[in-house]
């Protein structure tokens, strides 16, 4: 049986609970900042971050970013991606559902 594990948390216990190899991390851009020690002020600090927390152990990170999006990175996958909500509304589970049912568009994808 595999059970998935996601992690919405701040602070220490951020820090911590990355270090236990969760599925799913969802950091948003204040999260993101401090787990980082600096400023999170765009898509590349955001992929940056994401590297740092899979790098302590986060399998997969979605950093929130407000109004400017969600940046998405998987360990083990050279891929990034940074989603954009049509009209910059709605909380991260929303803007993945707009995207799914083609209501947001896709501004960047990188493959390294």
Known sequence: ??????LDTSGEALRQAVAAAP???????????WFA?????NATAAI????????AGARGVAVSLGADGIIWERAGNSASAH????????TLLGRLWRRR?????????RAG
Do not use: W, Y
């Open 1 to 6: 049986m595999v059970v998935a594990c996601s």
């Open 23 to 33: 599925d799913l991390v969802k950091p948003n851009r204040a999260e993101a900042t």
């Open 37 to 41: 020690g600096r400023p999170v002020n």
């Open 48 to 55: 940056e971050v994401a590297h740092e927390m899979i790098h």
């Open 83 to 90: 989603f954009t909500a049509a009209g910059n509304r709605g």
């Open 101 to 109: 049912s083609g209501r947001a568009s896709q501004s960047h994808t």
